[in-house]
């Protein structure tokens, strides 16, 4: 076995030309891979706008109805201190109301002549 060196008969502009041939289209096919990278990226970002803009309304409304919910929170307390006035009035009218009727009927039964 001797080494006997290789021939090439091919055309050294032939490949070449193949060569270029398969970077244009290589870089035909990543142009288009990057504009549809781009054309997501704008999407994404209108979108991302667009949640933003939801979010900010959202959190106007959320601070609105916290502040609602602190008023009903206030006329709350206040109703439930009224109520605590009215027990306490009340458990001081039925013995009032009671002395009054009680006082009452001693004197018509004193009124009544005895026979």
Excluded: C, W
């Amino acid at each position: 076995m001797s080494n006997s060196p290789i021939e090439i008969t091919t055309n050294l502009t032939k490949i070449l030309d193949r060569i270029e041939s398969n970077l244009s289209d290589f870089r035909k096919e990543t142009n288009q891979k990057f504009e549809k990278m781009d054309e997501r990226l704008n999407k994404l970002e209108v979108g991302q706008a667009r949640l933003e803009e939801a979010t900010k309304g959202l959190s106007v409304q959320i601070s609105s109805i916290d502040r609602r919910v602190e008023k009903i929170e206030s006329s709350q307390n206040e109703v439930v201190k009224e109520v605590a006035d009215l027990k306490g009035a009340k458990s001081f009218v039925i013995p009032v109301v009671v002395a009054v009727i009680t006082s009452l009927l001693t004197l018509l039964i004193r009124a009544i002549p005895n026979p």
